[in-house]
């Protein structure tokens, strides 16, 4: 500072040596790129610009260009713009009479003006002054173009940028920057700017622009190796090429960790942690993205933003989440001490409510609402568990006293009254029961005091489901087989993804488990209890339960039911949720005096439960090899073989008879069969205009234990929601879905150990029936269905059902 304050006052009368020296100065602090230093090159060139002698046009124009650099880095480009064509009128005022030997300073004279004028928005001038500096250069000799061509290829540079910033012309942008990089090639600038351009032309183009664009920035990093690879990292991450942009924010990241070993006084950029911890995430590598998450805390312990994703992650519910919005399940108590940091950082910096700050309030009322609900199932378990009066959820306590013995003597009448009428064969389970019998089982079901009926009924149900089970055998018997095989190696597992995955057809391998250890068989025995067979360090999780009336998840209901009348379309109802520790959902399952079937459905394992299960119930290896994830990391397989992208593992446990309506998902899915067995109806993606996806008010059933099942017509959204077929394809109604007749269903029944593979986009109705776990008397008797599957992004081309559906 003192160099330069002694430059500016010995300014006055200066020789050209002094001169050279100051402009050296300025060139200096404008390399700096901040205000602090433009302000100090503004006070040292300012007094050398009003006393500079405007014949001598070299060393004027020489200022002025600094000059407008300088106004330029303190966003006064209208100033700068003054400048530059003042200088260049008295330039080519100079010219007229002498001619101009220095055509270099001529050229930036007019490539700066150019410049600021663009950043004025005056692109028309910009442009026109951009061809005068072509059309000058075009009218040297060839010993002058060869002295000036790298001041002339950045004014092609910069009528590329101009068509595009200010014309939205790429193709005429891409013909000047080969016209600049013809020129000059080895301007890392030049490159940068280039690849910017091949960036707005279509990934998908056949000469792979994207591509070639991303070859520039590669020259250009390889040109000059202090080239900001933040930047390259977010022009990837706008255009959506995340591995890319992994790749340069990591680059950047590793250049400050090694700037921070040599001088502790440097900060590590946390917005390049951040960012590259994000995009881990979203590609599914969640350790390495929880690691830059903690590393982002570590540096910057008051930054909201990183203990919010860290929460977040922690969770299950970060940036790529293909399971539930909401979950409190795997690492609740590190999370949330990170999600209530950042609710306090969020308003402490006073920052607007954002999608962020919304994300985590979410985060903390669900995992406060989760807790309650397993507080009260605690509760329930320990009361029944005494014979006392059991508890409830949903709001509703325990009747007493006199209310408690009308209860029983209801329920006692009701359980007499179905018995007579079963035997009198008006509510028989070989024929179709009238409406009001089924209400009147409902009922008894709901209240029976005892658990004798409730088992019988539960035998019933069991009994019926196994006949409709044959009936359905025998009328699909003339069907198509889905193919039945083994895979065994990495070059089966290919042939596998090109035979059927890439051509959309079902397939049942045999041998997909083979290497799966979450049943402990020696524990399914006579003298097993009933959690053994699972590992034990799962009785305390935490799992989310669906709760149905019926049996039914996800499905129509009749309109009657919500008072809309009955002729009102049907109402879809999603089954209630509930939360609950694992061996309480175990113990209800083998309450035999619990009428409503609990069901623990797609339970994402990276939200619950976790490595304990994970670990247990490894993908193949064929299929780990055809993973994208696998691929990076130096897997064996050709660039032409498909990739899968895996996005989320699902459990399901059931004790009872379930059923999942027909429905179709976007998702690859390997459905895997551990125990009891699934039947599956599947119709191609091609009958979707003969399954009846309607559009139906949505209805939300509340639910309170025991059996208490509320619906409310105020609840029911009357908008149209599209989810599911509209037909019952167990008693199908030809009179108002008569194109179903036209549908080709398959059947497929999964024994334990088999897997099928189903297709996105085949429409598919699923029933599960549980199978004895253990033997040896009622107490240890547990009827179960397990299964997991494994989702995948989907590989073939989506059914355009709006345009199909007319929706």
């Known amino acids: 500072e003192k160099d330069i304050s002694e430059k500016i006052n010995g300014s006055s009368g200066s020789s050209k040596v002094q001169i050279d020296e100051q402009l050296r100065q300025v060139e200096f602090l404008v390399l700096q790129k901040n205000s602090k230093s433009a302000e100090d090159a503004l006070d040292i060139i300012l007094p050398l610009y009003e006393s500079i002698d405007p014949l001598d046009y070299v060393v004027a124009s020489k200022i002025s260009i600094l000059l407008s650099k300088v106004l330029g880095q303190l966003n006064r480009f209208e100033e700068s713009e003054k400048v530059l064509s003042k200088t260049l009128r008295s330039v080519q005022q100079f010219n007229s009479t002498k001619g101009v030997d220095d055509a270099e300073t001529y050229l930036q004279l007019l490539l700066n003006l150019g410049d600021s004028l663009m950043k004025l928005k005056r692109y028309e001038q910009s442009l026109m002054t951009m061809k005068d500096s072509i059309k000058f250069y075009s009218h040297c000799s060839n010993s002058i173009k060869q002295a000036v061509n790298a001041t002339a290829a950045q004014c092609y540079c910069l009528i590329g940028k101009l068509q595009i910033v200010g014309f939205k012309n790429a193709v005429a942008a891409r013909e000047n920057m080969q016209l600049a ?36 920035f590669q020259l250009a990093e390889q040109i000059n190796p202090k080239i900001d690879r933040k930047l390259v990292g977010q022009v990837y991450l706008h255009y959506g090429h995340l591995e890319w942009a992994a790749d340069a924010f990591q680059a950047a990241l590793q250049t400050h960790l090694q700037q921070q070993e040599h001088n502790d006084l440097i900060t590590l950029d946390v917005d390049v942690v951040l960012l590259l911890a994000e995009i881990k995430d979203t590609l599914g590598d969640s350790v390495t993205a929880r690691e830059l998450y903690e590393l982002a805390v570590e540096q910057q312990p008051d930054n909201a933003v990183a203990h919010a994703a860290l929460g977040l992650l ?103 009254g179905y018995e ?97 250890t979450l049943i402990n068989s020696a524990a399914v025995g006579a003298e097993a209890e009933a959690q053994e067979w699972l590992p034990k ?140 067995e699934k039947e599956l109806l599947l119709f191609p993606p091609s009958d979707l205009p003969f399954l009846y996806y309607e559009g139906r008010p949505k209805g939300v059933l509340q639910y309170s234990f025991p059996g208490n099942f509320t619906r409310t017509k105020s609840s029911v959204d009357s908008r149209g929601v599209v989810f599911g077929s509209s037909v019952n394809v167990d008693e199908p109604d030809f009179d108002r879905h008569p194109l179903y007749k036209r549908a080709k269903a398959i059947r497929v029944v999964l024994a334990p150990g088999d897997t099928l593979y189903l297709p996105a986009f085949w429409h598919h109705e699923v029933q599960s029936r549980p199978s004895d776990m253990f033997g040896g008397g009622d107490r240890k008797s547990m009827k179960l269905n397990i299964a997991v599957n494994f989702w995948f992004a989907n590989l073939t081309a989506p059914v355009d059902e709006k345009a199909i559906l007319g929706v």
């Open 537 to 676: 360090e799962l009785n305390s999780a935490i799992v989310r339960v669906s709760v149905s009336e019926s049996g039914r998840f996800d499905g129509p209901e009749p309109a009657e039911l919500w008072g809309l009348g009955s002729q009102s379309a049907d109402v879809l109802v999603r089954p209630p949720a509930t939360y609950m520790f694992l061996h309480h959902f175990f113990e209800l399952l083998q309450d035999a005096s619990v009428s409503e079937t609990f069901y623990l459905e797609y339970l994402a394992l990276h939200q619950y439960l976790g490595a304990p299960v994970t670990d247990r119930i490894p993908m193949p290896a064929w299929l780990q090899a055809s993973l994208k994830s696998s691929h990076s990391a130096g897997s064996t397989g050709d660039n032409s073989d498909t990739l899968l992208d895996h996005l989320v593992t699902n459990i399901w446990i059931g004790g009872r008879p379930t059923t999942s309506p027909l429905h179709y998902d976007d998702y690859e899915n390997f459905l895997c069969q551990i125990v009891g």
């Open 181 to 216: 990089l013809h020129l000059q090639n080895n301007n890392e600038r030049i490159l940068f700017e280039y690849g910017m351009v091949l960036f707005h032309f279509p990934a998908s183009s056949e000469d792979k622009p994207h591509e070639q664009a991303r070859a520039a």
């Open 314 to 416: 922690l969770l299950g519910t970060g940036s790529r989440n293909y399971a539930a919005i909401n979950a409190c399940g795997l690492n609740a108590e590190k999370a949330l001490v990170h999600l209530k940091s950042a609710m306090y950082l969020f308003t402490r910096n006073g920052q607007p409510t954002g999608p962020m700050q919304l994300a985590v309030q979410r985060a903390v009322q669900f995992c406060i609402a989760e807790w309650d609900d397993v507080k009260n199932w605690l509760s329930i378990r320990t009361a029944r568990s005494k014979s006392t009066a059991p508890a409830t959820v949903g709001g509703k306590g325990p009747l007493s006293g006199p209310l408690k013995t009308i209860q029983r003597v209801v329920a006692s009448v009701l359980a007499a």
């Open 420 to 516: 007579l009428l079963t035997k009198l064969g008006m509510c028989g389970t070989n024929t179709k029961p009238p409406r009001w019998c089924k209400l009147l089982r409902d009922q008894v079901v709901r209240r029976a005091a005892g658990q004798r009926l409730v088992k019988r009924e539960r035998q019933a149900e069991i009994d019926r489901t196994s006949q409709k089970w044959s009936e359905r055998e025998a009328s699909f018997t003339n069907r198509a087989k889905v193919p039945r095989l083994a895979v065994r190696s990495e070059a089966e597992g290919r042939q596998f993804i090109r035979e059927f995955m890439e051509k959309n057809q079902p397939a049942i391998l045999s041998n997909f488990q083979s290497q799966w």
